[in-house]
């Protein structure tokens, strides 16, 4: 079971020698949504649930009630077969009960959604057993603030939902926990929604704390077209069309520094409480098509963005970032396709993972003037083993001295890239003390007592 993100004891948080080196504590996952056949029933689904395993996915949201997925109370074969294929890959799942159809004031409505949420709670646990199903997470509600997506709730509606829904699962776990916390909880909130903090602010301080085990929240870089609204008839509601070209680039990326912000102001609003942080949900552009996203959240400039956002969001706090997606339903959001390839993305988050672990003590090496479009992490194992991890944050080239960020980096033996320059795929190089990257990428270099797989 997780550690709570904030409190007195934050072992997992707390400092460890310089100021500025902490343990990892973020843990990897996934929403394994649109692409759920291809990762439980599909032909290629051993070689995508090793790309999870690679990504060292721990946490796998499942929708139910929402999105075309199997339905748990008509279909449970196909359901289950989804389940286990999240726990196949060492996974827990997080089964999120996305929502059910308006009017939602209507309480024949919402006594059906609660009765049918906990039948699927009762399900998992006959089927899995008590022991294992404590463990997994319970999302109620998927974006109430968004009026498209989630049906535009307002937070006393949610709340009283959330309250009447979360009891009913809590009195299903309750006696399996044998002193756990169970990790129910919400809202799931979009945050491009004003006061989107409220709804995290309001659960913690207005529900019963045996009934919040976690709160996630979503954010995106953008949700705008990369090319101009009217070519692809969009209609933007009255927004501006985003720049075209290296402007839109440059300002997607300069979002990845609020992922560390808003990290933290959950943890302020926590306060000490054992309920865990999570980013729910993250990519670049908001949308399905190749076109209105350009390649942005799959490319070496995605692969850039999704690892300057991880280590943004270790350096804020968070317990858990979730991904949207993991594998694509040939669309534009996954990492892996319906085959089982990885994006230049997906190879840069796997990467990521299987050198920046849990439980490493981590440090950001500071600032330096001559390369203001870098991000970088180093990680260091109670093994020995020894991480730089630098993000190109901008088009232009650049080379540098590893030492100069970490003295001891230079000793490492191997550099990995994957960049602009490398054809969408991950080079290996013996190390001589310098990394070189071409425009948009990242670049590790580590002693690595295991070699990480690359292919």
């Not at 199903?133 to 937070?155: A, F, K, M, Q, S």
């Not at 981590?362 to 870098?374: G, K, Q, S, T």
């Not at 490492?412 to 070189?436: A, M």
Request: hydrophobic fraction near 40%; charge should be negative.
């Amino acid at each position: 079971m997780l550690k709570s993100s904030t409190g007195p004891d934050r072992r997992q948080g707390a400092q460890s020698g310089p100021a500025d080196l902490r343990r990892m504590r973020l843990r990897y996952g996934f929403n394994e949504i649109d692409g759920w056949w291809h990762v439980s029933q599909g032909e290629y689904r051993d070689g995508i649930q090793r790309r999870l395993r690679l990504m060292g996915t721990q946490v796998v949201r499942i929708f139910v009630f929402d999105k075309p997925v199997p339905d748990p109370i008509f279909e449970w074969r196909l359901f289950a077969g989804y389940v286990q294929a999240v726990l196949d890959v060492g996974a827990k799942p997080m089964i999120t009960f996305a929502k059910y159809h308006p009017p939602h004031t209507d309480a024949r409505s919402r006594r059906a959604y609660v009765a049918r949420s906990k039948d699927i709670v009762w399900g998992c646990i006959e089927q899995w057993g008590g022991e294992r199903v404590r463990d997994w997470y319970w999302c109620i509600w998927n974006e109430p603030n968004n009026i498209p997506v989630g049906g535009g709730l307002t937070y006393p509606l949610y709340k009283s939902i959330y309250e009447e829904t979360a009891g009913a699962i809590y009195d299903l776990l309750a006696p399996h926990l044998a002193g756990r916390k169970a990790r129910i909880g919400g809202p799931a909130v979009d945050g491009f929604q004003p006061y989107w903090l409220d709804w995290i602010s309001g659960l913690v301080n207005e529900v019963d704390e045996k009934l919040v085990g976690f709160v996630s929240w979503h954010m995106y870089g953008d949700w705008r077209p990369v090319v101009p609204s009217a070519s692809i008839e969009v209609d933007l509601n009255g927004s501006p069309d985003a720049p075209i070209g290296a402007p839109y680039e440059a300002l997607l990326m300069s979002q990845t520094p609020e992922y560390e912000a808003r990290a933290r102001a959950v943890a302020r609003v926590l306060d000490g409480r054992d309920i865990l942080n999570i980013c729910g949900e993250l990519n670049t552009v908001v949308h399905h098509d190749h076109y209105y996203v350009g390649g942005l959240n799959q490319n070496a400039f995605g692969a850039a963005y999704f690892i300057s956002a991880l280590i943004h969001l270790i350096r804020g706090g968070a317990d858990v970032e979730m991904r949207w997606v993991a594998t694509d339903n040939d669309d534009a959001y996954g990492l892996i396709s319906m085959k089982g390839e990885p994006s230049p993305a997906g190879l840069a988050k796997q990467l990521f993972a299987q050198l920046v672990r849990f439980g490493d003590r981590v440090r950001f090496p500071a600032y330096h003037a001559d390369h203001p479009n870098l991000d970088a992490l180093v990680a260091s194992g109670d093994d020995g083993q020894l991480t730089g991890v630098f993000v190109n944050t901008g088009r232009e080239p650049f080379t540098l001295r590893a030492a100069d960020w970490d003295g001891g980096l230079a000793a490492c033996r191997d550099l990995y890239k994957v960049d602009t320059g490398t054809g969408n795929k991950v080079v290996k190089e013996p190390f001589s003390g310098t990394i070189r990257l071409d425009g948009y990428g990242v670049a590790v270099v580590s002693n690595a007592v295991i070699e990480p797989e690359i292919d």
